[in-house]
């Protein structure tokens, strides 16, 4: 399956206008709806990457093939029944992903998603419920919180004291720019754990050679 992916693939930018007319040239099944969700189900022997960001419109993914899957900041969505080369979710809610098969995946600051029934690498499944990569993420972020507030200690002493440079000011820029955002970002992930916690239920765990076979 992995060959097969490793091929030229279909490339999808999924947003609520798009959707629409895909739904339309191909005659997908649905409304977008709770009740009835826009679902893009089995294109055949065809690979492809999608890139995904939508919140108003309800949405399946089944019986795909996918290089990649880059959901951004949505939520109200299924995948499943799925085989995903590379995962990439951040910022999404209310998700579902069920009976997928899962080479790679990353998370960031994804909450109340549910995985079932999925198989996956066991050293993915270690940094998915162990959400390591939003952990590593964070490490980063005091980092340049720290560097960020350097840069402008340095820059207002520079200032104040010394002299008025261009030097100076471009470190006052970013030093305020990068600890604001930095800040930003903690804040969010402060939001974000009020939300329910992700869950995880009964995975199978395989080995990569596995689904270079599959």
Request: glycine share 4%; charged share 20%.
């Amino acid at each position: 399956m992995i060959e097969k992916l490793n091929k030229k693939s279909i490339k999808y930018k999924l947003r609520r206008g798009t959707i629409e007319n895909l739904r339309r040239t191909l005659g997908l099944k649905g409304e977008g709806t709770k009740d009835s969700p826009v679902v893009i189900d089995d294109l055949g022997d065809v690979a492809v990457e999608i890139s995904l960001r939508t919140k108003s419109t309800y949405l399946v993914l089944r019986n795909l093939a996918i290089t990649k899957l880059s959901i951004i900041d949505s939520q109200n969505f299924t995948v499943e029944n799925c085989f995903i080369n590379d995962l990439e979710i951040a910022f999404c809610r209310n998700v579902t992903f069920s009976n997928n098969t899962i080479v790679s995946v990353r998370q960031l600051l994804c909450r109340n998603c549910t995985f079932e029934n999925n198989s996956i690498i066991q050293k993915e499944y270690s940094k998915l419920i162990n959400n390591a990569h939003e952990r590593r993420t964070f490490v980063y972020v005091w980092v340049c919180l720290g560097v960020g507030i350097l840069y402008t200690f340095f820059a207002v002493f520079s200032l104040v004291y010394l002299y008025l440079s261009l030097d100076s000011i471009v470190f006052l820029i970013t030093g305020v720019f990068l600890s604001v955002a930095m800040v930003y970002m903690l804040n969010l992930r402060i939001k974000v754990n009020k939300v329910p916690q992700n869950e995880y239920i009964n995975f199978t765990i395989q080995e990569k050679e596995a689904f270079i076979s599959h």
